[in-house]
């Protein structure tokens, strides 16, 4: 069997139906491609084939025991992959097309590769908004696992170039359609247990009442490594100045060498946090400090991110 992560000269295309022509054809194949989506650039494969997720996992160095969320054009085609409760509908009927997951117990007729479920009898799944993965999605007519579109525990890209700077030379196409607007990874529920796994653009108390963090060391969705988003330098949290060899990202009134939101305006932030990131660890600082976050509304998942950033 031939190696699912072969050398690749990394091309970048412009969104467009040639793009996506390539992408599509590529995926066919059992390779995997980068992949604009409304939250972060996604490392895109077909889902039903164990070869072409090995070599996600390859590409990315990721951990086997870490799930792969799986997106789909609409929730007819979740429906096939997974087993709805009046909960799951519900907020399919609210936030999808979306930056919302739902893990949920997976079909056994799904065809979903074992690898993409990490052995687990649940899938995690999402109908995305971004025109290039719906594009990508239809030309396939299949469901694609799509992690992000870095290196396993980096700093999550929401630019092209971000992906081309982590792993170019790994995968064999990247699309490029500017940055991407929330900025930040899908929030991922389980319906069933009202539990939040990964805080996102989704906030709880958009959710409706009975939603919180999920509390427990098992790993049962994407995203939930204690040490996660990481930049190859240390990162210092709550900083209101700079230390020497620091460069400071900051927020509100904390100025920096760069800022989330020079107004405190936590979306903006959100949208701007690993932009500011990747430019923190291409600066000559030896390492990083970023300002006090608010933990309200998206600012839960800023600072669940800057966490796992912060954890060496």
């Known amino acids: 069997m031939p190696s699912p992560n072969p050398p690749f000269v990394t091309r970048t295309l412009p969104y467009g139906t040639a793009a996506i022509a390539e992408a599509a054809a590529l995926i066919a194949a059992g390779a995997c491609v980068a992949v604009p989506t409304e939250t972060v650039y996604g490392l895109a494969a077909d889902a039903t084939d164990s070869v072409a997720v090995a070599g996600i996992y390859a590409a990315k160095g990721r951990p086997s025991f870490n799930p792969l969320i799986v997106h789909v054009t609409d929730v007819a085609a979740a429906r096939a992959l997974a087993v709805f ?12 097309p979306g930056p919302l997951t739902m893990v949920l117990p997976v079909r056994a007729d799904s065809g ?5 479920t990490a052995g687990l009898t649940t899938v995690a799944i999402r109908v995305p908004a971004h ?3 719906r594009a990508l999605l239809v030309a396939c007519d299949r469901p694609l696992a799509a992690p992000s579109a870095n290196a396993s525990g980096g700093i999550s890209p929401t630019r092209a170039a971000h992906v081309v ?4 030379g790994r995968v064999a196409l ?8 929330a900025g930040l990874e899908s929030t991922i529920v389980a319906p069933g247990a009202r539990s939040i796994l990964r805080p996102g653009p989704v906030t709880a108390a958009m959710l ?7 509390v427990g060391d098992a790993i049962t969705a994407p995203g939930q490594l204690s040490s996660h988003y990481a930049p190859s330098k240390p990162v210092r949290l709550g900083a209101t100045q ?16 760069d800022t989330l939101s020079a107004t405190g305006d936590v979306v903006e932030a959100a949208a701007r946090l690993f932009e500011a990131l990747h430019r923190a660890d291409a600066s000559e600082a030896a390492s990083m400090a970023v ?3 608010p933990s309200e509304g998206i600012g839960v998942a800023i600072n669940d991110r800057l966490g796992r950033a912060a954890v060496r």
């Open 85 to 96: 409760d009046a909960e799951a509908e519900r907020l399919a009927a609210a936030f999808w």
């Open 112 to 116: 979903v590769a074992s690898l993409v």
């Open 131 to 133: 025109r290039a993965m």
């Open 165 to 168: 700077a982590s792993l170019g």
């Open 174 to 181: 990247v699309i490029d359609d500017g940055a991407t607007k």
């Open 208 to 214: 409706g009442a009975g939603y919180a963090a999920y």
């Open 242 to 257: 700079a230390r020497a060899g620091e460069w400071l990202i900051g927020f509100g009134e904390v100025a920096g060498d």
């Open 291 to 293: 300002a006090p976050v």
